[in-house]
């Protein structure tokens, strides 16, 4: 069950609706339906003469190795645990939200053919508990709802000098506009207002696009050359990150455990540096991204090694070696700075890193923009724990899937062009409670019935899988890898026609098949659901999916040109 705003009152909004905003007093069972009962919907536009019919797919395995994190790189870039809820990763082995495209690049894969593009979705659990509405109910009555941003100054290359007083003041703005935007948002405490979150953001996004883009613009008039990646910074999100407290319960029996995937954390450098002289900007560039490098590293051995040795292992074979390194750089970024300006002091101490289950958070919600933390920001969400990697609310064993294809597909009426390297797209929303659920897709099916799709759990006859069928756009608009809200860059072909609007070019649309074989008595009695953020209360819903591609222009090139022959390839 999950709980929004009607009439200024709290009102039961049960997700047998899909989350779409009809109540009734169904019970969580409701959640679930029989998929022979899920009318046919799915719809495939005709393919006319100039259609590209080919498939080409990828094998990236099931995640395997274990690499789980409540990063999302692609909707909140640079948040720890943003979004509150584990994912399953497979492609890229370094994937952090920290990542960068040369992070991304040089990272390891599980793909076969060597796409180190990372693709991520939310996992399933199986949970015997009952689970409780009121317990959300509760919960979300003594919650203020807030903000999250993605930080600005622990994300920007080396500023020039001559421009440090121009980004300093519009950083000061984006703090006041996070400020402001909060103060808006309270006025939703203890309900979930739609509207209002919608209104609250729109609001922050163009203000964000505005400073960001200044920002941007100063660094580049000061000689400091345009800055990239700085779109992606824009979107903020809905944050009912209070919920967790009055819901740890439900984990207060997990056992002591390591974190999903321990992640690297270091002290940020960027926002510690001063006003670069312009004759050394190329060179403190270069080390800062060689301290990304390094990071990123060390989270990918991380996973590689992952049981091997413990904390002693930990500590000695990466955490180590890493110290020295981040040491080298940090003394070098010092003297390049020094031979133009004052010689900047404490810089070593930030050579010192842990990994996440040896300290707590340091991204408490009300600090994303780099600043201190706001004093009524609620407590920073833990890391996952225990064997089962449990985060509040988000309880039991994970459920592996059985299979997953990875599939890029061709286009109903013309060729596909190759989609651009570091591509970001998604699918599905998060929050179709707390958003909206204008961006919402139906996913979940059966094996062997491959036309319907539903906005429930399905409960499949025997021997068929419990399967979650994700689209992602397949249009492109020619230029962008991101855009402010990390979808406007891409956009869905007609449902119709399958043509592309205009301005838009079809590229090779990526569909993900995940396939799971859950027992049929667990399905009946509605006991697996869906990870997700604490408002929505496991909605069925907001299932999503998420893609970085990382693919070389040469695989991508193939891929196209596969499609384009109406080929099917691997």
């Known amino acids: 069950m999950a709980v929004v705003a009607a009439s200024g009152i ?9 989350g779409k905003g009809t109540a009734d007093a169904s019970t969580e069972i409701n959640q679930f339906v029989a998929i022979q009962n899920v009318r046919p919907n799915v719809q495939n536009p005709a393919s006319g003469p100039g259609a590209s019919k080919g498939s080409f797919t990828v094998d990236c395995g099931t995640n395997g190795n274990g690499k789980f994190s409540p990063d999302n790189p692609v909707a909140q870039p640079g948040i720890k645990n943003g979004a509150e809820h584990v994912h399953d990763f497979v492609g890229n082995l370094a994937i952090t939200a920290n990542s960068s495209n040369a992070d991304l690049d040089a990272s390891g894969t599980t793909c076969k053919n060597g796409d180190k593009s990372s693709y991520f979705w939310p996992v399933v659990r199986i949970d015997k508990t009952v689970r409780s509405g009121a317990d959300t109910q509760r919960a979300l009555a003594a919650t203020t709802p807030m903000v999250t941003c993605p930080s600005v100054r622990n994300r920007l290359p080396a500023v020039p000098a001559q421009a440090k007083r121009a980004v300093d003041n519009r950083l000061a703005e984006l703090d006041r506009g996070y400020a402001a935007a909060n103060e808006r948002m309270a006025t939703g405490k ?38 990239s990646g700085m779109i992606s910074l824009v979107e903020c999100d809905t944050n009912y990150d209070g919920m967790h407290a009055a819901m740890r319960h439900t984990a207060a029996s997990v056992k002591a455990g390591l974190a999903a995937n321990q992640q ?31 990071i990123s590293e060390a989270n990918e051995r991380l996973v590689t090694t992952r049981g091997q040795g413990g904390k002693n292992f930990v500590d000695n074979a990466i955490l180590g070696p890493l110290k020295a390194k981040r040491t080298a750089v940090l003394d070098r ?17 930030l050579a010192g890193c842990t990994v996440t289950d040896q300290a707590p958070s340091q991204n408490g919600p009300g600090n994303q923009n780099g600043g201190a933390a706001a004093p009524s920001a609620p407590a920073a969400l833990p890391d996952p724990q225990g064997p089962n ?38 699918t599905g929303d998060a929050k179709p409670i707390s958003r909206g659920p204008a961006n919402a897709r139906a996913t979940w099916a059966c094996s062997g019935f491959t036309d319907r799709l539903s906005d429930k759990y399905p409960i499949c006859p025997p021997g068929q899988q419990v399967q979650r069928v994700q689209d992602f756009p397949g249009c492109w608009d020619g230029k962008n890898i991101d855009s402010t809200n990390h979808r406007d860059h891409v956009a869905f072909a007609d449902t119709k026609t399958g043509a592309c609007k205009q301005g838009f070019a079809a590229i090779p649309q990526l569909r993900i098949t995940l396939s799971y ?21 496991h909605n069925p819903f907001s299932d999503h999916n998420d893609f970085i591609n990382v693919n070389s222009a040469q695989t991508m090139q193939r891929i196209a040109t596969c499609i384009n022959k109406g080929k099917t390839c691997r």
């Open 190 to 227: 203890g309900r979930i207002d739609a509207r209002l979150n919608s209104s609250v953001l729109a609001d922050l996004r163009d203000q964000r696009t505005t400073l960001i883009r200044g920002i941007s613009d100063s660094i580049a008039a000061a000689g400091g050359g345009r800055t």
């Open 264 to 294: 690297v954390q270091c002290p940020t450098v960027r926002d510690k540096l001063p006003g670069i002289p312009t004759a050394a900007l190329d060179e403190v560039n270069r080390n800062l991204t060689e301290l990304d490098r390094q």
């Open 10 to 18: 709290l009102t039961a909004t049960f997700v047998s609706s899909g």
């Open 333 to 349: 970024i010092s003297i390049a700075i020094s031979r133009r300006a004052a010689r900047p002091q404490g810089l070593e101490k």
């Open 389 to 426: 990697l449990e985060l509040p609310n988000n309880t039991g064993g994970i459920v592996r899937p059985a299979s997953v294809r990875i599939e890029y597909r061709g286009n109903a009426t013309s060729k596909v062009v190759p989609m651009p390297k570091f591509l970001r797209a998604l």
């Open 517 to 537: 074989d859950i027992p049929r008595d667990v399905q009946t009695k509605g006991q697996y659901a869906l990870d997700s953020f604490p408002e929505e209360d």
